[in-house]
Antibody, heavy 113, light 112 residues
Framework: EVQLVESGGGLVQPGGSLRLSCAAS????????MNWVRQAPGKGLEWVAN????????FYVDSVKGRFTISRDNAKNSLFLQMNSLRAEDTAVYYC??????WGQGVLVTVSS | DIVMTQTPLSLSVTPGQSASISCKPS???????????LYWCLQRPGQPPQLLIY???NRFSGVPDRFSGSGSGTDFTLKISRVEAEDVGVYYC?????????FGQGTKVEIK
């Protein structure tokens, strides 16, 4: 059974940093593109970033370019999202998703002073 | 960026009746490999999204055949036949033809 479990969320001040993790199991992790998708409170879904199976290519939505970095550790079946220079508008539930077919439960990130 | 426009934004359906949701991308979703990367997802209240349909019309594993997708180019439709109470939630179309991937605004479906 495919399982994706996010962690690392919480409350952070504007300008601060946070690192999200996603632990994957139930499939061969290094065979799949992995994604981060977010959802601001009461709003729709927004794709944030994704990474190729071998980590050699990464893509981002413009609003996070230069601030967020997606990475993966295939030996540990883990996906990461390093978020720097956080803004109030980054407040959202962040989902880890395997090629958008399987999704984790999400983790809440709140950016507020 | 490709803008995905969904209509309607909300829908109230009698159980057993059918419902249709339209999704119109701002440009063609046909990619150079000949495939069209148009997906439909459902987000039930308090739950993460779940994939229903991939590449226009292919039902994902475990999705009932009441759900069907159709369309091409810049005009796509999700049809729910014989709506059931468990179908309530927000439906999103999504394109992965071009970066950045983009979602429609969502269509909220409720049961009368």
């Amino acid at each position: 059974e495919v399982q994706l479990v996010e962690s690392g969320g919480g409350l952070v001040q504007p300008g601060g940093s946070l690192r999200l993790s996603c632990a994957a199991s139930g499939f061969t992790f290094n065979n799949y593109w992995m994604n981060w998708v977010r959802q601001a409170p009461g709003k729709g879904l927004e794709w944030v970033a994704n990474i190729k199976p071998d980590g050699s290519e990464k893509f981002y939505v413009d609003s996070v370019k230069g601030r967020f970095t997606i990475s993966r550790d295939n030996a540990k079946n883990s996906l990461f999202l390093q978020m720097n220079s956080l803004r109030a508008e980054d407040t959202a539930v962040y989902y880890c998703a395997r090629n958008l077919a399987y999704w984790g439960q999400g983790v809440l990130v709140t950016v507020s002073s | 960026d490709i803008v995905m426009t969904q209509t309607p934004l909300s829908l109230s359906v009698t159980p057993g009746q059918s419902a249709s949701i339209s999704c119109k991308p701002s440009q063609s979703l046909l990619r150079s490999d000949g495939k069209t990367y148009l997906y439909w997802c459902l987000q039930r209240p308090g739950q993460p999204p779940q994939l229903l349909i991939y590449e226009i019309s292919n039902r994902f594993s475990g999705v009932p055949d009441r759900f069907s997708g159709s369309g091409s180019g810049t005009d796509f439709t999700l049809k729910i036949s014989r709506v059931e109470a468990e179908d309530v939630g927000v439906y999103y179309c999504l394109q992965t033809t071009q970066f950045p991937y983009t979602f429609g605004q969502g269509t909220k479906v409720e049961i009368k």
